[in-house]
């Protein structure tokens, strides 16, 4: 990993000298969190043994920006994390993009580059965020698993690990980055645009990469129908599975590029003078195989062929913002989420069940710019797994972030 | 009624010791050429410009603002030391304009408690904050055309009188007002040349402002025609 950082150090620098200009710009995040007994990474974002309240260094961004020539640019981004165990990561690429600009209205890119798809794209770093969190189709994993195909104990009905050993699920749609080339063609500006991406992965995907024959393809069209409102229609089609020992056997008869994941989504923003509101609802179907009792589950005992499942979920979000006017540089905002599995037939038993239990959270945040480079936001959340008391104090959380711009 | 002697000589004695150079005309000119010592800076994009809105292009506009004058930034002001002028806001309203993701100009200098009006010339949002001490303000996103008023400096703004505005949604965009404490100040030409014509006899601070460099400030005598050229640097 060091090597390839410094690589990317080498390359940007080498291409920056040339270049007419180069500019480097940052985002540091302190954070000083809790959260409740039943905290856990893949489902409030806070590892359980850090749940006590400490404070850390959530993220530490770099972002490049480079004019390689008149119609060439670099975007870049390096990131040192905690995420998933809580515990600082190795400096990471997050996002290495050549961009080709023939004209104003039409641009091409490739590398590793932030999904066309959905609006949380676009604000997922911590200064454009209004909470601390990702929406639960984007933080929340499911019983998804990119080595395993459906695997029912790693959802609600399961039992999670203590995060130590990777159990390999994922989220509806993970990171917001894939790898691939794009292309945005604003049509009418400022009114109508069309994304078109063409990837190694669906966007269930968690690695930049692949060791099968994986593709995707990501699709956005966005509209303005007039200023106080954006809308988008997105669509991701394509395979996520990853080559592993687990999977290495079943594969032989099982091409693993064969199991896929459709999303299908709409984000909007009405806004005007210091309101917002904003969000997002998408449908994601998954053809998968099932991993149960320790093995794959076949077609039948004899069988070499894998049993495929069809599942679905739905989620979305809802977010209110209000900037009150007579407090400049402060805000409020509310969001309303929720995930949701429906019921799927299982060919083996026939009996129509469902795949995990849907989740509900409602988070507040308040935000004040200390200066314009420095935001103190804070923000508190509560989700409840359907089914459970009110009474359990399980997955809350107060964060209180720090963000520094530079 | 005819003035008595005793009201002749009270008023002879206040102008001879407040306006004394503006009682008997006696007026000033201060004029040179400003020199930057870097020819055009640069503008910034937005951090983390990749997460911008895709419905406008990947880099930011070319606007009339950014292909001006390198001096339209530039501003020369004469500050009274010897004499307090008589200062009052602009009477005509002054327009900051929000055109291609910019806003125009990017420096107005204006008298403290002058109304500035801001309007939005693009087909997108805009929204004008400023965290300035005492002079904070958001009028929030507005629609095109749409003008909205703010009284500047109503309290006493420390420093050089800066109000710094933003955008909050295309963190790129800046601008500066200057609220002024002197009603003598003006913009360099496209070749770097001003002249403040007009000053009352006597002695000044006088300052060369450009929002991306070091201002430069000096006292000094102004008497006749002065000829004074300044550097600004980093």
């Known amino acids: 990993?060091?090597?390839?950082?410094?690589?990317?150090?080498?390359?940007?620098?080498?291409?920056?000298?040339?270049?007419?200009?180069?500019?480097?710009?940052?985002?540091?995040?302190?954070?000083?969190?809790?959260?409740?007994?039943?905290?856990?990474?893949?489902?409030?974002?806070?590892?359980?043994?850090?749940?006590?309240?400490?404070?850390?260094?959530?993220?530490?961004?770099?972002?490049?920006?480079?004019?390689?020539?008149?119609?060439?640019?670099?975007?870049g981004r390096v990131q040192l994390d905690i995420w998933g165990t809580g515990r600082l990561n190795q400096p990471r690429i997050t996002l290495a993009a050549v961009t080709y600009e023939p004209n104003t209205r039409l641009s091409l890119s490739a590398g590793r580059m932030i999904s066309p798809f959905g609006l949380y794209a676009r604000r997922q770093l911590l200064s454009q965020n209004l909470f601390a969190a990702?929406?639960?189709?984007?933080?929340?994993?499911?019983?998804?698993?990119?080595?395993?195909?459906?695997?029912?104990?790693?959802?609600?009905?399961?039992?999670?690990?203590?995060?130590?050993?990777?159990?390999?699920?994922?989220?509806?749609?993970?990171?917001?980055?894939?790898?691939?080339?794009?292309?945005?063609?604003?049509?009418v500006p400022n009114r109508m645009n069309i994304e078109v991406a063409v990837t190694n992965a669906a966007l269930a995907s968690t690695l930049p990469n692949t060791n099968l024959a994986n593709a995707g393809i990501v699709g956005r069209i966005g509209v303005q129908p007039a200023m106080w409102w954006q809308q988008g229609f997105s669509v991701s089609y394509g395979s996520f599975m990853n080559l592993d020992t687990l999977n290495e056997r079943a594969r032989a008869n099982n091409p693993l590029e064969q199991y896929r994941q459709l999303l299908i989504g709409t984000d909007f923003i009405f806004a005007y003078l210091w309101f917002e509101l904003s969000g997002e609802v998408m449908w994601s179907r998954w053809n998968v195989p099932k991993f149960a009792n320790g093995q794959f589950v076949r077609v039948n005992?004899?069988?070499?062929?894998?049993?495929?499942?069809?599942?679905?979920?739905?989620?979305?979000?809802?977010?209110?913002?209000?900037?009150?006017?007579?407090?400049?540089?402060?805000?409020?905002?509310?969001?309303?989420?929720?995930?949701?599995?429906?019921?799927?037939?299982?060919?083996?038993?026939?009996?129509?069940?469902?795949?995990?239990?849907?989740?509900?959270?409602?988070?507040?945040?308040?935000?004040?710019?200390?200066?314009?480079?420095?935001?103190l936001r804070t923000t508190y959340s509560d989700q409840r797994t359907d089914g459970d008391r009110r009474s359990d104090p399980d997955d809350w959380t107060v964060r209180t972030l720090l963000i520094v711009l530079f | 009624m005819k003035p008595n002697f005793l009201q002749v000589t009270l008023a002879l004695t206040v102008l001879c010791f407040s306006n004394l150079p503006i009682a008997f005309g006696q007026t000033a000119e201060l004029k040179g050429k400003i020199t930057l010592s870097v020819p055009k800076v640069s503008q910034?994009?937005?951090?983390?410009?990749?997460?911008?809105?895709?419905?406008?292009?990947?880099?930011?506009m070319e606007s009339k603002a950014m292909s001006s004058s390198a001096y339209a930034d530039v501003v020369v002001s004469a500050h009274p030391i010897s004499f307090k002028p008589k200062l009052q806001p602009l009477t005509k309203n002054r327009t900051?304009?929000?055109?291609?993701?910019?806003?125009?100009?990017?420096v107005l200098p204006v008298t403290q408690g002058t109304v500035v009006q801001f309007i939005n010339n693009d087909p997108f949002y805009h929204n004008v904050f400023s965290l300035t001490p005492g002079n904070e303000f958001n009028i929030g996103r507005r629609m095109r055309g749409e003008v909205v008023q703010k009284k500047i400096g109503e309290r006493k703004i420390e420093g050089l009188g800066e109000v710094k505005l933003f955008c909050d949604i295309h963190t790129q965009m800046n601008a500066v007002i200057l609220s002024l404490d002197t009603p003598y100040f003006t913009k360099p030409d496209a070749n770097g040349n001003y002249s403040l014509k007009d000053l009352p006899e006597g002695r000044y601070e006088v300052r060369v402002y450009h929002p991306d460099l070091m201002p430069v400030i000096e006292k000094m005598e102004l008497k006749g025609s002065v000829e004074k050229d300044f550097t600004l640097s980093r």
């Open chain 2, 44 to 60: 910034r994009l937005a951090r983390g410009q990749a997460y911008r809105n895709r419905l406008a292009p990947e880099k930011p």
């Open chain 2, 96 to 106: 900051i304009d929000q055109r291609d993701a910019t806003f125009i100009p990017r």
């Open chain 1, 134 to 187: 990702a929406p639960l189709m984007y933080g929340y994993f499911i019983n998804i698993s990119e080595r395993r195909g459906f695997w029912p104990i790693a959802g609600n009905t399961g039992i999670y690990d203590d995060g130590s050993s990777d159990v390999g699920v994922t989220t509806a749609y993970f990171g917001a980055y894939v790898t691939g080339a794009s292309m945005n063609w604003i049509l």
């Open chain 1, 301 to 375: 005992a004899g069988s070499s062929k894998l049993q495929e499942y069809t599942l679905t979920n739905l989620g979305g979000y809802v977010d209110f913002k209000i900037e009150p006017p007579f407090l400049t540089g402060s805000y409020l905002a509310f969001r309303a989420e929720r995930i949701a599995f429906e019921p799927f037939n299982d060919p083996i038993t026939k009996a129509r069940t469902y795949w995990d239990k849907g989740v509900t959270r409602l988070s507040v945040a308040a935000g004040y710019k200390l200066s314009r480079n420095v935001l």
């Open chain 1, 1 to 75: 990993m060091k090597k390839r950082i410094l690589a990317f150090f080498a390359l940007f620098f080498t291409t920056g000298l040339l270049a007419q200009s180069t500019q480097v710009s940052g985002e540091l995040d302190f954070e000083f969190r809790a959260g409740g007994r039943e905290s856990n990474f893949i489902t409030n974002e806070i590892p359980n043994e850090f749940r006590y309240p400490h404070a850390v260094i959530n993220q530490f961004n770099l972002f490049f920006f480079s004019e390689l020539a008149e119609k060439w640019s670099f975007n």
